[in-house]
């Protein structure tokens, strides 16, 4: 396999790294402001807006899309690069309209979705008119088990009632939020549990939908984003809502993590790449006791151990997205399982390293390095914690009886 990158991707590379010279690094101060300043902390910042027309004009514009209509018609190995340079800065990749959980729903949107659905909703989402959040945490079970999903989606006549509690629904707290994309289960007595489950397209301004709270992540609210909890009270909508058709819920929601797993491993190594830039920045400019931190063998230590630990990272993406692409999403399953355990895990330990060379100013806002800490921790529990993926990779290895 040969991991080197194309002409179009190395083209691509080099613009939207440019753009990020030019356009999103200069604006993190602006960006970090015009947060601070806000009247309401819950409507879009305005240089994202502002930033959004030039990244279009630019041509930088839904790149996530494997669709040639929408996008660049990027495979997953393609994109994967151009992810990680957007996650260098965090709220880099909803300029370019590339940002979660909008890139699942688009991708889902467009490969299940009946015309009339991607009249309404795919082609706005496309546009970056509206946003949209997918609903499939519950509170009251073990949500790392998707089949335990108690949300109902009743049929009634012409239509489906939904009821129901979800949680951790990102995006609903923006209000450009227009569209819900619920799992729920349609039958709860189908002898096959991966069968059960069906989603279904949900107005945000249904009756029935209400916003009970915003969840804080470790501490920030994540506005305008947001993560929200959500009750479902008879909701009604068209039976034509339904995604896909009846019981294809499991299916869809899977083929909509393999790609957005491979999105969130290659943002966070550009967390790392961008932290570990700032920790050699750091010990070339501080020199406590009169010895530059620079020249210390603990900090030239863990300066080598995060380069072998972000490359190494890098590659098992790369390669789990190789072979997606080749053999798709079920054979790569395994991959696609390590990855999310070993990227987080991996830029953890780099973020941290930062703070700890950053001391008192690394606990604080000014270098962003909470912010990216608290990305990387999440992401070791969203799309699945780390236990399930081990569990899956063990159980693999094992039927398998090992490679050797």
Known sequence: ???????????????????????????????????????????????????????RAAGLWNLFSPNPMHGKGLANHEYA???????????????????APDTGNMEILDRFGTGAQKERWLAPLLGGEIRSCFAMTEPDIASSDATNIRARIVRDGSSCVVDGRKWWTSGAGDPRCRLIILMGKTA??????????????????????????????????????????ILFEGVRVPAENILGAEGMGFEIA????????????????????????????????????????????VTIERVGEARILIDQARLLVLNAAWKM????????????????????????????????????AGMADDFGLPEMWRVARSLRILDGPDEVHRHQIGRMELRSGGRA
């Not at 059960?196 to 397209?201: F, W, Y």
């Not at 999105?263 to 920045?281: Q, S, W």
């Not at 399953?333 to 703070?355: H, Q």
């Open 254 to 297: 899977q083929a909509r993590l393999g790609p957005g797993r491979i999105h969130h491993c290659m943002r966070v190594i550009g967390l790392a790449e961008r932290a570990l830039a700032l920790m050699c920045r750091r010990a070339r400019e501080r020199a406590p006791f009169g010895r530059p931190l620079a020249e210390q063998g």
């Open 325 to 360: 692409d080749v053999a798709g999403a079920k054979a790569a399953r395994r991959e696609i399982a390590m990855i999310k355990v070993a990227a987080p895990n991996m830029a953890c330990r780099v973020i941290d390293w930062a703070i700890q060379m950053f001391g008192g």
């Open 188 to 229: 709860p007595d189908e002898p096959d549990k991966y069968r059960q489950q069906s989603m279904i397209l949900i107005p945000r301004d249904a009756q029935g939908v209400t916003v009970r709270r915003m969840l804080p992540v470790l501490g920030a609210d994540d506005a305008p984003h947001g993560h929200a909890e």
């Open 1 to 55: 396999m040969d991991f080197s990158y194309t002409e179009k991707v190395q083209a691509l590379r080099a613009r939207l790294t440019a753009f990020m010279d030019e356009e999103i690094y200069p604006n993190e101060p602006v960006y970090e402001a015009e947060r601070a300043e806000a009247a309401d902390r819950w409507q879009p910042v305005p240089v994202i807006e502002r930033l959004k027309v030039s990244a």
């Open 81 to 99: 690069p151009l992810a990680e340079i957007m996650g260098h800065v965090p709220w880099a990749s909803e300029v370019f309209n590339c940002s």
